[in-house]
């Protein structure tokens, strides 16, 4: 089984790699597909061109035979929505994907298009995080998604659930990385030392 990770990654940092690392030998996944959005509905602002996100998640990858890249939502050149991509690959893999998401965007599911649908198809690894409350991802995954949270470490690919994921800490966001390169501060060990180059060869998030 495949794991599927979109995302911005604006940019990709050392904690999207190491969560994808720890979710794919938690759940004893084949392989981690990185789908970088062309623009999230949620989000209304590029920093950098897609095509340099891109060029740097295939760095940040690249040496890592169980990640691959799909660079669909970024030739599409238009809003992405989770919902087509996972039907495509629902048709490609034959089973439900499996589809990792933060609990911060987890948590609001229910505004993301055709979500019901989506909960029907989707195998959801929710990725927990320092500030999150177990009892309110759990309560909401119950009350507005009527579905119950897993905490097993096997994923049955013919059915549709939540899963959460507690593994290790990492704290570092893409906003902070953007702010320290505004501010002139290194991101020397926040990003892999082949993305922090391409970042300063291109002048990358300056402005």
Do not use: Q
Request: proline share 5%.
């Amino acid at each position: 089984m495949i794991g599927l990770y979109g995302g911005s990654f604006d940019p990709i940092h050392i904690g999207h790699l190491r969560l994808a690392e720890d979710v794919r030998e938690y759940y004893k996944l084949n392989k981690i597909i990185f789908i970088p959005a062309y623009l999230s509905p949620l989000k209304h602002r590029i920093n950098i061109l897609p095509e340099d996100r891109l060029k740097l998640i295939e760095m940040a990858i690249g040496y890592n035979p169980y990640f691959d890249i799909d660079d669909r939502e970024i030739k599409n050149e238009k809003v992405s929505y989770t919902i087509n991509t996972i039907l495509f690959y629902k048709r490609k893999l034959g089973y439900n994907p499996i589809f990792l998401v933060g609990s911060d965007a987890f948590l609001s599911l229910h505004k993301w298009r055709k979500y019901n649908l989506l909960l029907e198809i989707t195998n959801f690894i929710v990725i927990g995080r320092d500030k999150d409350n177990l009892a309110d991802i759990y309560e909401y995954s119950r009350k507005v998604l009527c579905k119950d949270l897993r905490l097993t470490k096997t994923i049955e690919p013919f059915s549709a659930n939540i899963y959460f994921f507690n593994g290790r800490r990492i704290d570092i966001s893409s906003s902070e990385i953007r702010d320290r390169i505004r501010r002139g501060k290194p991101i020397t060990y926040l990003v892999p030392p082949i993305v922090e180059d391409y970042i300063k060869e291109k002048r990358l998030y300056v402005e």
